[in-house]
């Protein structure tokens, strides 16, 4: 007798996270739930390691078989603290860009930023994983996720929230990731579940933060303040609306292919 087959969820393995997979094991018991960061579980899903995954918006662009799994999702509309450029010189003089290497969406935000505010186009450096930014040479330095949380400014001439400045330059949400599956994957055993945790999640805001803050050095009331108030878990008619208009600035600056619609997901 076939073995029935085990849907594989792909999340991302930061503290943004943590309100989407909230109980979701127990939602969806007889799937298996990996974390990674968000570069590798784009990997995945293309690879077919995965059936759906928390992935990048960025990726939702380049791959035409994917699809939009729920209105859940990763967001800002104001300060998002976790992505963060950090700068030794004036934003002007920026010439060269460190890139943290566990992201994709951010990499192309800060560079539809700089150009259509400064007229930049810093050549670009990798950050890998791990890696200590304090110690890179490159003008600035791009970090995400719970270390641009913990980052300093020290020996930095200025400091961007990536959030802000988008929800400030754009005046809509910016959209870091959704959930996303491949055309034809089936997945009426964890679709509704994927939903479920995260309304379980948000509203369980204060436990997560109780149990979260001490792994990633935080306390708990400013654990609860990032997710509370940085974050939104809500893929709306706005955030649709910045989705947009991301793919639209990034389809101009050549860093995305043309042809990609909203409406089809």
């Not at 662009?61 to 939009?68: A, G, L, Q």
Request: proline letters at 6%; a negative charge; charged letters at 25%.
């Amino acid at each position: 007798m076939p073995t029935e087959h085990r849907l594989r969820i792909g999340a991302v393995s930061y503290l943004n996270t943590r309100p989407l997979v909230y109980r979701l094991t127990e939602l969806a018991p007889h799937a298996q739930l990996v974390f990674d960061v968000p570069s590798r579980l784009s990997d995945g899903l293309a690879a077919g390691e995965l059936d759906v995954a928390l992935i990048p918006s960025i990726d939702l662009f380049h791959s035409p078989d994917y699809r939009i799994v729920s209105d859940v999702c990763i967001a800002c509309r104001g300060p998002v603290l976790s992505v963060k450029l950090l700068s030794r010189v004036p934003i002007p003089r920026i010439r060269t860009l460190a890139l943290d290497e566990g992201s994709r969406t951010s990499v192309v935000l800060v560079q539809v930023l700089l150009r259509h505010r400064f007229g930049l186009a810093p050549r670009l450096e990798k950050l890998p994983i791990g890696a200590r930014f304090e110690d890179c040479p490159a003008d600035a330095v791009l970090l995400i996720g719970d270390r641009a949380i913990h980052a300093g400014s020290d020996g930095f001439a200025e400091e961007w929230d990536l959030g802000d400045q988008w929800c400030r330059w754009a005046e809509l949400p910016f959209v870091f990731a959704m959930w996303a599956a491949r055309q034809g994957t089936d997945l009426a055993p964890v679709e509704e579940a994927l939903t479920q945790a995260r309304d379980l999640g948000v509203e369980n805001l204060e436990t997560i933060a109780q149990r979260e803050a001490a792994g990633v050095g935080l306390e708990r009331a400013a654990c609860l303040s990032y997710l509370r108030n940085n974050l939104y878990f809500h893929l709306g008619d706005r955030e649709r609306q910045g989705l947009e208009l991301f793919y639209r600035k990034a389809a101009e600056l050549g860093l995305v292919p043309r042809g990609w619609e909203l409406a089809q997901r």
